[in-house]
């Protein structure tokens, strides 16, 4: 940790603050590597090195298609010149991310004081833009961002630059750019000596959206309009655009986006995985096959692309097909912790329901906070007799995630099988309360009211579970009944994804 922090700076101006590392030293000329995020607002910025000097940043590079940036600095000082690691594999590393977080926000000169956090890879984050890719369980602190993600060897892995975090304010994942992308972007670089009176250009748009993305989809998305009004041929908003049009289930508009993105850069491996995404939420899952195939032939290294390819094998029932494309991006990254999950759910429909406990075991080994693979693993070890461990588990998921309305679902159904129907009825109440709208959540309370003989109750939840969903009227045609098998057998299509 001692010998990473002297190459960690911090990176301040009035507007905004974060850290960076040293990479790079031509004569008296220091580069740092950040995120483009960091150092998207106007004005000076202020360098502070690891002696507690200050430097005037001289000019800044930004990265067009990821959330990367260099930062330039003078000074006759030895610093420290921090290595990166460009090893494709991650496997047997432990983790940790040091950087200054933002304890005196957008202040120059304020204290802020080096922090340092263990991490442990996780996998391949889903639908992150800008060059995303690793994800990591651990804390980090906002202000953080442009800090390194260093390895156990004393090379830095990753750029961390985005978290998703818990109710305490600290990280629950560290999401970050590897090492590679950083090295492998030369082309992507657009200088530019910051003018502190220039208006902004299209890249800072870019990164005020992505800034944006986690907080405010509508906001982002009229940045990266704007970027693109900047910059029309900008393929990087456009797929960025796409990212958010989606998640707020404007699906065509994602579409639009996304074609536009292939038209402007027909090799933009990103964009087909994305569009491919969308077509398989809208069902098209032929039409995904076809951008998932287009993504690996332009990346046959591109995990995410197998990982997608076996979702949709899987829901044509291609189960063996799907295994083997979750084979291949374990083979490209053994952590990631999606595939084992997914491949552990395709097993679980082949009823291999040991091989699918093994699978959701090596999922929660990578990431102990994994919240669908104790639930899946669950309900494996419920079809295999194990109730006090399937009990377990979903106890496990519910610590995690308090408001997981599936864990108090399936929780639910093994207590009503361990015969604590009043702790069922408790859970059932409590997935309800969550998603008022969880039809099946009204048929297990109403089944286990049935059971203790509140027939009127029973046919109240029924009544509710059939208005939500039409469908589920089959209930009466069974009487009352549905085998609790065929909730097992369904639990895991949850979690392909």
């Not at 590392?21 to 483009?36: A, G, L």
Request: aromatic share 12%; net charge neutral.
């Amino acid at each position: 940790m001692s010998n990473a922090k002297a190459g960690v700076v911090r990176i301040d101006n009035l507007k905004s603050n974060g850290s960076g590392f040293i990479v790079k030293r031509v004569r008296d000329t220091y580069t740092v590597v950040t995120n483009r995020h960091v150092v998207a607002a106007d004005g000076v910025y202020e360098i502070t090195t690891s002696d507690n000097k200050k430097h005037r940043a001289i000019s800044i590079t930004k990265f067009a298609e990821v959330d990367l940036a260099e930062v330039e600095f003078v000074s006759d000082a030895s610093y420290k010149i921090l290595e990166l690691d460009i090893s494709s594999s991650l496997y047997g590393l432990s983790f940790y991310l040091t950087g200054y977080p933002g304890e005196q926000k957008y202040s120059l000169g304020g204290l802020r004081d080096f922090q340092y956090f263990d991490l442990k890879h996780s996998g391949n984050p889903q639908s992150i833009p800008d060059g995303y890719t690793l994800s990591f369980v651990g804390e980090a602190l906002s202000g953080m961002s442009g800090s390194p993600i260093v390895a156990s060897n004393g090379k830095v892995v990753a750029i961390f630059g985005k978290y998703q975090s818990s109710n305490t304010g600290k990280a629950d994942i560290a999401y970050g750019i590897p090492s590679q992308t950083y090295l492998g972007k030369g082309s992507l670089r657009v200088a530019t000596v910051r003018d502190k009176n220039s208006p902004p250009d299209a890249d800072s748009f870019l990164a005020r959206g992505n800034d944006l993305f986690s907080t405010d989809k509508k906001a982002a998305i009229e940045a990266y309009k704007q970027a693109i009004r900047l910059k029309p041929d900008f393929s990087t908003a456009y797929l960025n655009r796409g990212l958010a049009k989606a998640t707020l289930k404007d699906y065509q508009g994602a579409l639009a986006d996304y074609n536009e993105a292939i038209r402007i850069n027909p090799q933009f491996a990103n964009a087909y995985l994305n569009r491919g995404d969308t077509k398989y939420t809208l069902k098209d899952y032929q039409g995904a096959l076809a951008d998932f195939d287009e993504a690996i032939r332009i990346n046959p290294q591109f995990a995410n692309a197998y990982l997608w390819r076996g979702n949709a094998k899987y829901i044509l029932e291609d189960y063996q097909g799907a295994v083997s494309e979750y084979n291949e991006a374990i083979r490209i990254n053994p952590q990631f912790a999606n595939a084992y999950l997914n491949r552990g759910s395709t097993k679980f429909i082949l009823k291999d329901y040991q091989g699918a406990v093994s699978e959701y075991n090596e999922a929660i080994r990578i990431n102990p906070q994994y919240t669908s693979a104790y639930l899946s693993r669950g309900n494996a070890k419920s079809v295999l007799g194990d109730k006090q461990g399937a009990l377990a588990d979903f106890d496990e998921a519910i610590k995690i995630n308090p408001q997981y309305d599936n864990a108090y679902y399936d929780r639910g159904f093994a207590k009503f099988e361990l015969g604590d129907k009043q702790g069922a009825l408790a859970d059932f109440d409590e997935a309800i309360k969550i998603n008022p709208q969880y039809d099946n959540a009204y048929y297990g309370r109403g089944l286990t009211k049935y059971v203790l003989g509140d027939k009127q109750g029973a046919l109240v939840d029924y009544n509710q579970a059939i208005r939500i969903n039409p469908r589920d009227a089959i209930y009466y045609d069974r009487g009352y009944r549905k085998s609790l098998s065929v909730f097992l057998e369904g639990a895991t299509e949850r979690f392909i994804k």
